[in-house]
């Protein structure tokens, strides 16, 4: 079965600090990226820049706006997408993300949203 992850924060936590700060706890997530992709379980792992567009037709006509979209302070800000047997085994898989494993993450509202796929196809 196949699972999409979306990891959020909240940007104006993480911007009211200090970059070094940041930078600092971004280098923490490494050791843990590292034990997330060793299972070899994911097939695809993304981080996203916080420029978006919204598309929506409405009367016929394409408008497009500009975001982010979500109703609260949270921003997806990566993606991740693997194989596990069942909903368990997928939040095993993502506990071990550094979303859930670098303390530092609660500070700024980090959390994994995970959903199993109906459809996907690749272009492989």
């Known amino acids: ?9 909240n940007p104006e936590k ?5 970059r ?3 930078e600092a706890i971004m280098s923490e997530c490494q050791p843990h990226i590292e034990k997330f992709y060793d299972n070899g379980e994911v097939l695809l792992d993304a981080g996203l820049d916080t420029e978006s567009k919204s598309l929506r037709r409405v009367d016929g006509t394409v408008i497009v706006t500009d975001g982010p ?6 921003m997806i800000g990566s993606i991740f997408i693997f194989e596990a047997e069942n909903m368990d085994e997928a939040i095993q ?3 071990l993300h550094p979303t859930t494993q670098v ?3 609660e500070e700024f509202g ?4 995970i959903r199993p796929v109906h459809y ?5």
């Open 103 to 105: 303390s530092k993450g």
């Open 20 to 22: 070094t700060e940041i």
């Open 93 to 95: 898989l993502a506990s």
């Open 1 to 9: 079965m196949i699972f999409l992850c979306m990891g959020y924060y």
């Open 110 to 113: 980090w959390r994994i949203e």
């Open 14 to 18: 993480m911007d009211a600090r200090p």
């Open 120 to 124: 996907l196809k690749t272009n492989k």
């Open 69 to 74: 979209f979500t109703e609260t302070k949270e």
